[in-house]
């Protein structure tokens, strides 16, 4: 079905970094138009695009804006584009191709809000995203679009680019404001839940994802009822996904939100064009290394936040990782554990010792030196983490950053229990070459 | 020795300049002081200490939690091959086995001639996998002949990056006359533009 790309509009057009060129797109128009009305319109507007945030919890923006107290100032707006969640990399393209419209993005927000000053933080090892965004920000200012009186207006806000320095953990919000505070990125301790009431420095402090502030320009210039005409009933507009993997034409992709299916995205011609040298598809990874796996019978679900959840998973941040018949599931459930037990901060102690183990009796069964009692083991450990091992996901830590780690594993030894029996009991284990190219 | 020089210190009081509290700029002022001297030395972090005001033992916290901070030399280029999952299911770990026979040296070990490599979590370039970087500029679908391109082209010059430790080339600048000024914590006043301020009770007394 034929629609609209909204934060992916500008990707074909590779000077759309540029300023002139912003301008020329129908950039920085949704500012003047905003700074016409009141901030409260602003916010109605999008509250009534019922747009959800793209970071992976998909909690509605325009609620999470509503938590802040009323008459407690300062308030801040820190961006997050500490983009790290394995398989995803749409934060770094919206950066690079498109700066501006995150720059407008985090205006918008700023000023229905109230929020007087605004920290981008863009993940530490994105040089080149870090490089677009500066010289944005500095033609943004000279232009009078950011800082003092902004188009003659009361308006005022700087937006302060920051750059955090390799810590995956700090994509959570409350660690993103330790983060940005000077410290060891840890999250903190909830209640409160919410750093709308209290975050950077203590004060109200709106944390919004990359894309959910790149979709601010389209919905404030074309209006609400334009967005919420796009997607399904529970997913309003489009939104970007990451396929990669074994597929034939791995890729970023913006679809219409809700009405797209996994079966679409990943066999469609216009997408990634099915599993590559016509293999068949083992499993895929729908949200992020953190989700449930999904099989072949999951193809045909639409990528839809409330039916993905229903169906025990998530659609997380947006990345879409394919596996197909050759893969190893044992060393990719290794590969994804590793990942959570390298990034855990430390701070809770089932994360902290948990994962490290989890990883370390993955390794030792690949390695050929696994026990018959190693599949129990590496359950009780999880359990540890999440108790019950369910979807949604308990947790005894502060953030999901351990409980995420449980999520290969329940997947991998409820669907593919044999593999790791057959690395545990046979002494002539064929090994399987991870790339068969 | 290496404090941050005179102009490098210049930098750092501009960094400063932009936060509502000294010690937020602790992280861009790390970075700043591996971009001189292409890691973070003890006494850059002393100075760094007195800068933003804490001791320099919080300093050290900061620096040891993150990644990219490195408290040795790590050579002139950095290779930062990734072994995420996409990276992975595409080859990665083959990569990394070709890189090290290749250069002669283990992770984290540095060639005589400046150069070195480390297996890294996702750097968010999953669709082009396998994929690198070096001194964080991209290489995508890397196979092991591109590998050996890529170090030749570093030894003989013909592949150019920039240091160690320097990362976007543009640095921000906020003109005097345009900021709109650091949101204090301690000022409680609603932004001008905020339409109903309450009427502030001492004037009717």
Redesign the interface.
């Known amino acids: 079905m034929p629609f609209e790309k909204i934060v992916t509009q500008r990707f074909d057009n590779l000077e759309a970094h540029k300023i002139s060129e912003y301008e020329a797109t129908g950039g920085y128009v949704a500012l003047r138009k905003a700074l016409e009305t009141t901030p409260e319109a602003v916010h109605n507007e999008v509250k009534a695009a019922s747009l959800l945030g793209r970071g992976g919890a998909g909690f509605p923006a325009g609620i999470k804006w509503g938590f802040c107290p009323p008459n407690v100032w300062p308030r801040y707006l820190v961006v997050n584009g500490d983009e790290s969640e394995p398989g995803t990399y749409k934060d770094r393209q919206l950066l690079e191709r498109d700066p501006h419209q995150i720059i407008e993005g985090c205006l918008l927000a700023c000023y229905a809000v109230g929020l007087t000053q605004c920290f981008l933080y863009i993940r530490g090892e994105m040089a080149h995203a870090q490089e677009r965004v500066a010289t944005a920000l500095n033609e943004a200012y000279a232009a009078g679009y950011v800082g003092k009186n902004i188009l003659g207006t009361d308006f005022s806000v700087d937006i302060v680019l920051h750059w955090g320095a390799g810590a995956y953990i700090v994509g959570e919000e409350t660690a993103l404001i330790e983060s940005l505070e000077g410290n060891r990125g840890m999250p903190r301790l909830k209640p409160p839940f919410f750093p709308a009431a209290v975050g950077l420095y203590g004060q109200p402090t709106i944390v919004n994802n990359v894309e959910t502030l790149a979709n601010l320009p389209w919905i404030v210039d074309r209006g609400s009822n334009a967005y919420t005409a796009m997607g399904a009933e529970n997913s309003k507009g489009t939104r970007v996904f990451a396929v990669s993997g074994h597929v034939n034409n791995p890729g970023v992709f913006e679809v219409e939100f809700g009405t797209t299916t996994f079966r679409d995205l990943i066999e469609g011609s216009d997408y990634a064009a099915g599993v590559r040298n016509g293999k068949k598809i083992k499993a895929f990874i729908p949200g992020g290394a953190s989700a449930i796996w999904f099989y072949e019978e999951h193809l045909d679900l639409p990528l839809e936040k409330v039916t993905v959840d229903k169906a025990g998973s998530m659609l997380g941040s947006g990345a879409i990782v394919v596996m197909d018949e050759d893969t190893d599931m044992v060393k990719a459930c290794h590969n994804l554990v590793r990942f959570f037990a390298r990034e855990s901060c430390g701070k809770c102690t089932p994360c902290r010792e948990g994962t490290t183990w989890l990883e370390r009796i993955l390794a030792r069964i690949i390695a050929g030196h696994g026990r018959p009692s190693d599949l129990s083991l590496l359950t009780e450990v999880c359990e540890n983490i999440s108790p019950g091992m369910a979807w949604p996901p308990r947790q005894t830590t502060i953030c999901p950053l351990g409980p995420s780690a449980v999520s290969p594993i329940a997947s991998s030894i409820e669907r593919f229990r044999s593999e790791f029996d057959d690395y545990i009991t046979l002494s002539d284990r064929r090994v399987i070459p991870v790339a068969s190219a | 020795m290496p404090r941050l020089n005179e102009g490098n210190l210049r930098i750092a009081q501009d960094i400063l300049s ?4 000294k ?6 002022l ?2 700043l002081a591996q971009e001189q001297d292409g890691y973070v030395a003890d006494d850059a972090m002393e100075h760094l200490a007195e800068l ?1 005001d ?1 001791t320099p033992a919080e300093v050290l ?2 620096c040891t ?5 490195k408290r040795e030399p790590v050579g002139d280029y950095r290779i ?1 091959i990734c ?4 990276c ?4 990665a ?2 990569l990394i086995h070709h890189a090290e026979e290749s250069l002669g040296v283990r992770q984290g070990t540095v060639t005589d001639d400046g150069i070195s490599i480390e297996g890294v ?9 396998p994929c690198l ?1 070096v ?4 290489m995508n679908k890397v196979t092991n002949d591109g590998f050996d391109y890529l170090v030749n082209g570093l030894r003989d010059g013909t592949v150019t990056v920039p240091k160690h430790g320097r ?9 005097e ?9 301690e ?9 109903e301020p ?1 009427p502030p009770e001492e004037e009717a007394k």
């Open positions: 932009r936060y509502p509290k010690k937020s700029a602790l992280i861009p790390l970075h933003v804490v916290g900061t939690f993150y990644e990219m901070f930062n072994h995420g999952i996409s992975h299911l595409l080859g770990d083959e979590e996702c750097i968010a370039a999953c669709t082009e996998a970087q001194n964080y500029r991209y990362l976007a080339l543009t640095r921000q600048a906020i003109p006359d345009k900021a709109a000024g650091n949101a204090m914590v000022s409680d006043a609603p932004p001008a533009w905020w339409p309450e």
